[in-house]
């Protein structure tokens, strides 16, 4: 019995691990595949969009502080020599200022706020191609839900195969099991002539009372007297 027992769930463990193979290589497998190679460009892109933000701050800082020293000159037009110090700012001497120089300072000024500006419309540019290519990447992987739902689909498929298959097995097994009882029982009873524990109670149930023994500690002269009686 336990060995017919042991074939039913060697059986059942079987058809456990041909089902987790097949969901491995038909469904967990391509689902990876998908989901790694879609996060790989949306990774890609996010990066990319991180350093256009940074890239457009930087141009949009440049061109404040442009903006900031051509308003000192234009404020200090006509007040006094205009200076320009260590950080870039401009200040006035109370010795004039001549004409050239004035409009030579404030045309230099107004180079950097062009230039900068400039650069700035270009980093926005730059910006907005990147959140395209970015929606582009998450479009394209909400694209892929059918396939995704299709794996999931496949994945269901397999298991109601796998169960169908194991109760079949199950309900196969149960008569099968239950006719190697009979025929133990039919084997223990050819000897005794009445079930198996009626005979140990008649046969040793006087030893019991007076020993004290256990049925664990008969067990092996029944199984001495059965094979006996088998070998005869």
Same mark, same amino acid.
Not at 38 to 41: E, G, P
Not at 187 to 197: G, R
């Given at each position: 019995v336990v060995r017919h027992s042991a074939d039913i769930? =060697? =059986? @059942? &463990?079987?058809?456990?691990?041909d089902f987790e193979l097949r969901v491995d290589k038909n469904v967990i497998a391509p689902l990876l595949r998908m989901v790694d190679d879609?996060?790989? #460009?949306i990774e890609k892109e996010r990066r990319a969009l991180k350093k256009a933000m940074s890239d457009m701050r930087e141009a949009r800082d440049q061109l404040e502080r442009a903006t900031t020293q051509l308003n000192q000159l234009t404020n200090l037009n006509g007040n006094g020599t205009i200076m320009t110090g260590m950080d870039g700012s401009f200040s006035s001497l109370d010795t004039g200022l001549n004409g050239w120089a004035q409009s030579d300072a404030i045309s230099a000024a107004n180079n950097r706020c062009t230039q900068a500006q400039s650069v700035l419309d270009e980093k926005e540019r730059d910006l907005m191609a990147s959140k395209d290519k970015l929606l582009s990447s998450l479009y394209s992987f909400i694209g892929q839900e059918s396939n995704h739902v299709t794996l999931l689909v496949d994945f269901f498929r397999a298991q109601e195969a796998y169960l169908e298959e194991s109760l079949q097995t199950v309900r196969r097994a149960i008569p099968e099991l239950v006719a %190697?009882? !009979?025929?133990c029982a039919s084997?223990? +009873? &050819?000897?005794?002539? %009445? #079930? @198996? +524990?009626s005979s140990i109670r008649r046969r +040793? !149930? =006087? *030893? +019991? *009372?007076r020993t004290g023994l256990k049925i664990v500690l008969i067990l092996p002269s029944m199984y001495l007297l059965s094979l006996s009686h088998f070998q005869n």
């Open positions: 769930l =060697n =059986n @059942l &463990s079987a058809l456990r691990r879609t996060r790989a #460009d %190697v009882i !009979g025929e084997f223990l +009873f &050819s000897i005794f002539a %009445v #079930d @198996l +524990f +040793f !149930g =006087n *030893l +019991f *009372l």
